[in-house]
């Protein structure tokens, strides 16, 4: 689950990470409200005036902007409120069609006053898999794609693995902070910004924070200007406060849904549409798919009630994607039986009435031998599998 900036620093700031004070607005009126309190605030002579969506680059978009008086932020949150941003992050990148700004962060000037005496820093926090740790990856290149850091300039990004077990300690704040080329107010400053921001990627359950710039200001204060963070959705039934704040506008409408239904799913790119229960198996259907020579159209993990009406519903959300020329069910039959499914196959298929796409149905698993029965006696036009390979088989002859 994604947060919006402004939800971001909300959390940052209370786990004591400092951060550059900014107001949310929704209107133009709220914008200049939130300027004069800023002003009285802060002492900020000027405001950055940013759009408020799920995406990075929105500076590239004209999302991100620099006002000095009132009547230049009536004229930019006026044009940004309202507008469809696009940014190479938004769908189809700066050549689709963005995404809509309904809220937008007034925030302080937090360069001022000596922006020459300012510097940007790179910092993110997520989970090394491989390693199985956490990693704090961190460079001098602060303000710039960090993609582009790794390619070309790949010496100037730094990792600080975290063991688990120990927890982030004393010596790896102060590394961090040396290889940034801090000293004196800065350094402590900077050492005291990791571990706070530490802190809150872990009691948050977390799965990525990334801040950038992360700026050390004219007076050698250490703030977040801009972060992203993103919660661990199996986490979230422990932070009811935050998953409140989920905004489901900027998400996949057809996701939304799904999740309402208890189905995990996401959308890909593909033709063949995949009904699955376990994500460790909707991977490797996914790759059999692959291999077959077609394309996963979407993961869906429909979880161990397959019922009549979740395979229903399934159906119903995997078909709304024009791009779907087949739909492989694949179904270890563990703690769901497996011609319970096939029945729940069978009544949904004529439940919804004519489905066009050919569908596989692979079973394996408790009542296998009874559920390939079950949906051979049917008299629809569903193919049955056992075997992977046999479902592997099959996904190639209907997409060809």
Same mark, same amino acid.
């Given at each position: 689950?994604?947060?919006?900036?402004?939800?971001?620093?909300?959390?940052?700031?209370?786990?004591?990470?400092?951060?550059?004070?900014?107001? !949310?607005?929704?209107?133009?009126?709220?914008?200049?409200?939130?300027?004069?309190?800023?002003?009285?605030?802060?002492?900020?002579?000027?405001?950055?005036?940013?759009?408020?969506?799920?995406?990075?680059?929105?500076?590239?978009?004209? &999302?991100?902007?620099?006002?000095?008086?009132?009547?230049?932020?009536?004229?930019?949150?006026?044009?940004?409120?309202?507008?469809?941003?696009?940014?190479?992050?938004?769908?189809?990148?700066?050549?689709?069609?963005?995404?809509?700004?309904?809220?937008?962060?007034?925030?302080?000037?937090?360069?001022?006053?000596?922006?020459?005496?300012?510097?940007?820093?790179?910092?993110?926090?997520?989970?090394?898999?491989?390693?199985?740790?956490?990693?704090?990856?961190?460079?001098?290149?602060?303000?710039?794609?960090?993609?582009?850091?790794?390619?070309?300039?790949?010496?100037?990004?730094?990792?600080?693995?975290?063991?688990?077990?120990?927890?982030?300690?004393?010596?790896?704040?102060?590394?961090?902070?040396?290889?940034?080329?801090?000293?004196?107010?800065?350094?402590?400053?900077?050492?005291?910004?990791?571990?706070?921001?530490?802190?809150?990627?872990?009691?948050?359950?977390?799965?990525?924070?990334?801040?950038?710039?992360?700026?050390?200001?004219?007076?050698?204060?250490?703030?977040?200007?801009?972060?992203?963070?993103?919660?661990?959705?199996?986490?979230?039934?422990?932070?009811?406060?935050?998953?409140?704040?989920?905004?489901?506008?900027?998400?996949?409408?057809?996701?939304?849904?799904?999740?309402?239904? &208890?189905?995990?799913?996401?959308?890909?790119?593909?033709?063949?549409?995949?009904?699955?229960?376990?994500?460790?198996?909707?991977?490797?259907?996914?790759?059999?798919?692959?291999?077959?020579?077609?394309?996963?159209?979407?993961?869906?993990?429909?979880?161990?009630?397959?019922?009549?009406?979740?395979?229903?519903?399934?159906?119903?959300?995997?078909?709304?994607?024009?791009?779907?020329?087949?739909?492989?069910?694949?179904?270890?039959?563990?703690?769901?039986?497996?011609?319970?499914?096939?029945?729940?196959?069978?009544?949904?298929?004529?439940?919804? &009435?004519?489905?066009?796409?050919?569908?596989?149905?692979?079973?394996?698993?408790?009542?296998?031998?009874?559920?390939?029965?079950?949906?051979?006696?049917?008299?629809?036009?569903?193919?049955?599998?056992?075997? !992977?390979?046999?479902?592997?088989?099959?996904?190639?002859?209907?997409?060809?």
């Amino acid at each position: 689950m994604n947060l919006h900036e402004y939800q971001g620093k909300e959390l940052l700031k209370s786990y004591g990470v400092a951060i550059q004070e900014g107001i !949310l607005a929704e209107s133009v009126e709220g914008a200049v409200s939130a300027f004069n309190k800023l002003r009285e605030e802060t002492g900020t002579a000027f405001a950055v005036v940013k759009a408020q969506i799920h995406a990075g680059g929105r500076g590239k978009g004209g &999302g991100v902007k620099l006002v000095k008086n009132e009547a230049e932020l009536r004229t930019t949150a006026g044009n940004i409120l309202g507008m469809m941003l696009r940014t190479p992050q938004t769908p189809g990148g700066m050549e689709g069609p963005g995404k809509l700004v309904k809220k937008i962060l007034v925030t302080e000037d937090a360069y001022r006053p000596d922006f020459d005496a300012c510097k940007e820093f790179y910092v993110s926090i997520l989970m090394d898999r491989e390693r199985k740790s956490n990693v704090i990856i961190y460079s001098t290149e602060g303000g710039m794609d960090i993609e582009a850091v790794a390619e070309n300039t790949p010496h100037l990004l730094h990792k600080e693995y975290i063991d688990p077990e120990l927890g982030l300690l004393g010596f790896q704040t102060r590394k961090i902070a040396f290889n940034l080329g801090l000293s004196g107010k800065a350094f402590k400053e900077m050492v005291k910004f990791i571990s706070k921001l530490y802190n809150a990627f872990t009691g948050s359950d977390s799965s990525l924070f990334e801040i950038n710039p992360c700026l050390k200001t004219a007076d050698d204060r250490i703030v977040a200007v801009d972060c992203k963070v993103t919660l661990d959705d199996n986490a979230l039934f422990r932070h009811p406060d935050l998953a409140a704040q989920r905004d489901t506008d900027e998400e996949d409408a057809t996701e939304v849904e799904a999740r309402s239904y &208890g189905l995990n799913y996401v959308k890909l790119d593909g033709n063949v549409g995949c009904m699955v229960n376990g994500a460790g198996l909707a991977m490797a259907t996914m790759d059999i798919i692959k291999l077959s020579g077609g394309e996963p159209a979407n993961f869906l993990d429909v979880g161990g009630t397959a019922d009549a009406a979740r395979v229903e519903q399934a159906f119903r959300i995997i078909l709304r994607d024009p791009n779907v020329k087949a739909i492989l069910i694949n179904i270890f039959g563990g703690i769901v039986r497996c011609d319970r499914v096939a029945q729940g196959v069978v009544d949904a298929y004529k439940n919804m &009435g004519n489905i066009e796409v050919p569908i596989i149905v692979r079973l394996q698993g408790t009542n296998a031998d009874i559920a390939k029965k079950i949906i051979d006696e049917s008299g629809l036009a569903v193919h049955s599998a056992i075997l !992977l390979q046999e479902a592997a088989d099959l996904v190639k002859e209907v997409v060809g």
